[in-house]
């Protein structure tokens, strides 16, 4: 990716959002800042934003910069206008939505999880490769400068051989036994393992490479929630889900996904040990890389703090000077430009729906043994 260049003609891209939630507010910004950091390939042009009403549709244009408002988001895919539509509305809405976008030929960006069930998730996938359009899904996370440097390290060697991993994602915003019932509690699709566990998956496989095996576990900690109408309803996913890794590599490991550990809000963390060093990383300090290694002195021996700067790019686009620090949309500008460039040829597509289903996979596999109480194969 290139700094920002002026005077060229570009082709213009335009862009159908559905959904102006959390996500749809950061997939925003996420295109605003790309066109201004980076050298995109295309002109942007933030033409049509759907909601579920035409008043909250027109409220979000207003305040996302959209030309256009709609509260029928099969007319924002049946525009033949829109050459890319992103999809942040809720998890059970984003097969029909992408089936029907790469129908019409549209580019498809969908956040996580691509879809409920990994089945839906090929049905996608296989579609969109027939169809010959982009896809990506909101890995973001991975975007971090700090997530390649660790990577390149791991595998240029010089932790020696990996020998385990951990890795974990909590957060505590279902920790209150009174929040409602929502669509995260769903019976098909939803629980901590398959809402945080795939960013921990994810990174694992970015990481140390394919999963060949797993053994997990889940648990159920509110048993139910208010439904709204002075009700409850029962709950029938994970509060909490873990399971043991077997790597392709000979590596072992664990992951955990909970949205009940009170008081984190963002501990998306992972430790990689190998034979002559280190990692450790937290999302709560993203812009540090922990190091360690045994070529060092013993007796300045030690984790060494890596502070992200312009010698991890693209970190030198946003800001020249070095631990002033990236922010969370900075990840989502950094994953929209790696998109972008995938659209155009220039790359391979970076997180695509294949890669979507794959996640989904290892969270079914891991679903099942739960169940079973089993290793499950992955590979």
């Avoid at 996938?125 to 909101?138: C, E, F, L």
């Avoid at 993203?286 to 030690?302: D, P």
Wanted: hydrophobic share 40%; proline share 4%.
């Amino acid at each position: 990716m290139e700094p920002k260049s002026l005077g060229n003609e570009k082709p213009k891209l335009r862009v159908g959002l559905i959904g102006t939630g959390f996500m749809g507010k950061t997939h925003s910004f996420g295109f605003a800042a790309a066109e201004r950091v980076f050298d995109l390939p295309f002109e942007l042009e933030l033409h049509t934003v759907a909601d579920r009403t035409e008043e909250l549709a027109g409220a979000a244009a207003r305040t996302l910069g959209f030309k256009n408002a709609t509260g029928d988001w099969r007319r924002l895919v049946g525009d033949p206008d829109i050459d890319l539509v992103d999809i942040t509305a809720p998890n059970a809405f984003h097969r029909e939505m992408a089936l029907a976008a790469i129908a019409a030929g549209k580019h498809v960006y969908c956040e996580k999880p691509l879809a409920p069930r990994a089945a839906e998730a090929a049905e996608m996938a296989n579609a969109a490769v027939a169809a010959g359009v982009r896809t990506q899904v909101g890995f973001n996370y991975l975007c971090n400068p700090m997530m390649a440097l660790a990577r390149d390290l791991i595998v240029t060697g010089e932790l020696g051989e990996i020998r385990s991993y951990r890795g974990i994602h909590a957060e505590d915003y279902m920790g209150d036994a009174e929040s409602p019932f929502t669509f995260r509690l769903d019976k098909v699709g939803g629980g901590a393992l398959a809402d945080l566990g795939s960013h921990a998956l994810a990174t694992a496989e970015f990481l140390l490479g394919p999963i060949e095996r797993v053994l997990g576990d889940e648990v159920t900690v509110i048993n139910s929630r208010p439904d709204g109408k002075d009700g409850r309803t029962a709950v029938e996913v994970d509060d909490i889900g873990r399971a043991f890794l077997r790597f392709a590599s000979g590596a072992t490991g664990s992951i955990e996904a909970s949205w009940v550990a009170t008081g984190r809000k963002m501990q998306h963390n992972f430790e990689v040990y190998g034979s002559r060093g280190a990692l450790a990383f937290s999302q709560e300090r993203f812009n540090e890389l922990q190091f360690y290694t045994t070529a060092e002195a013993g007796r300045v021996r030690g984790f060494r703090r890596i502070q992200a700067g312009p010698d991890h790019p693209p970190y030198g686009l946003f800001c020249v000077a070095p631990g002033h620090q990236l922010g969370f949309n900075d990840l989502k500008a950094i994953e929209v430009a790696l998109f972008l460039e995938a659209i155009a040829g220039i790359r391979a597509e970076p997180f695509s729906f294949r890669s979507g289903q794959r996640i989904q996979e290892l969270v079914e596999a891991i679903h099942t043994s739960a169940t079973g109480g089993r290793w499950v194969s992955t590979a």
